[in-house]
């Protein structure tokens, strides 16, 4: 009876002290500092076309989108370049600080990965192996097949495992626009790129069609990432994305740059 009171006791005395733990915890006030200061500001790298362009007139759906929630939330949008951004798809290696910013943007895998350094608002557009075909173009084992890998964070290595089973060879590209010439010359009639590589492609040679290749060879979705505990600031920037998408602004961005949720982009 005694060892089952101290046992109790001990209980409410270590409750006690998670409660006067958590009344010393600093409240969230990352929406009121951002209220305050006017300004919303945000990382993002200095192209990844289409989230991020570095186009003024046409600037990227992440900063077409972040900018209307900026003017909807009434403070400014301001864009902090990280070169280091897009490089690959690890936050750990971008270097970037809550003093940079207060929103990450423009290639941001809602992966464990990220979610593990930040909070994460999926934006619906997905990343994947697309194959881009010319029309009436077919996989027929010894054909050659163009294969742009890039910087999409995607498995290169099983790719490479699931189209030599199919008996294709491989042509690397080193850039999209490589990718478009080869198909141009007609060095392959197919090709393979991640689903926003695929777009600088189609931009460079008309009349294609994208499919995706099977999910088995990976597919993750992008978002924006915030700042662990900045939970009022994300609360409101995903409460006006949402307002975003019923009012049909989202679908606009989208087709302005050949997005589709939850889909390959459309050419």
Same mark, same amino acid.
């Given at each position: 009876? $005694? ?5 109790? !006791?001990? $209980?409410?005395?270590? =409750? ?25 500001? #945000?990382?993002?790298?200095?192209? %990844?076309?289409? !989230? ?8 990227? %759906?992440?900063?077409?989108? =972040? ?41 941001? !895998? ?10 994460? #608002? ?12 010319? &029309? ?33 060879? #491989? ?6 626009? $490589? ?10 009639? #197919?090709?393979?790129? &991640? ?42 920037? !995903? ?10 602004? =989202? ?17």
């Amino acid at each position: 009876m $005694a060892r089952r009171l101290y046992s109790d !006791l001990g $209980a409410f005395a270590l =409750l006690g002290s998670l409660l006067v733990g958590a009344s010393l915890l600093q409240p969230d006030t990352s929406l009121q500092l951002v209220e305050q200061a006017g300004v919303l500001r #945000i990382c993002v790298p200095d192209s %990844f076309p289409p !989230l991020v362009t570095g186009v003024a007139a046409n600037p990227g %759906f992440d900063v077409s989108v =972040l900018e209307e929630i900026a003017k909807r939330m009434k403070v400014r949008l301001a864009l902090n370049v990280n070169t280091t951004m897009g490089r690959d798809f690890n936050p750990g290696n971008w270097r970037v600080t809550r003093a940079q910013c207060e929103v990450v943007a423009g290639g941001v !895998l809602t992966s464990r990965t990220t979610k593990s350094f930040l909070e994460t #608002i999926d934006t619906g557009i997905e990343n994947g192996w697309v194959q881009i075909a010319k &029309s009436g173009a077919a996989i027929e084992p010894g054909k050659p097949v163009g294969v742009y890998p890039g910087f999409s964070g995607l498995d290169r290595l099983t790719l490479s495992t699931y189209l030599r089973e199919k008996g294709l060879r #491989i042509v690397l590209a080193s850039s999209p626009e $490589a990718l478009s010439q080869g198909l141009k010359t007609s060095q392959y009639d #197919i090709a393979v790129a &991640s689903s926003l590589d695929s777009l600088q492609t189609a931009n460079a040679l008309p009349g294609l069609t994208s499919t995706w290749l099977p999910e088995s060879l990976g597919r993750f979705a992008f978002g924006f990432g915030l700042w662990k505990g900045d939970v009022t600031l994300k609360r409101r920037i !995903l409460s006006t994305y949402r307002q975003l998408e019923q009012d049909g602004f =989202l679908d606009k961005q989208r087709q302005r740059y050949g997005l589709r949720a939850s889909g390959p982009a459309t050419f």
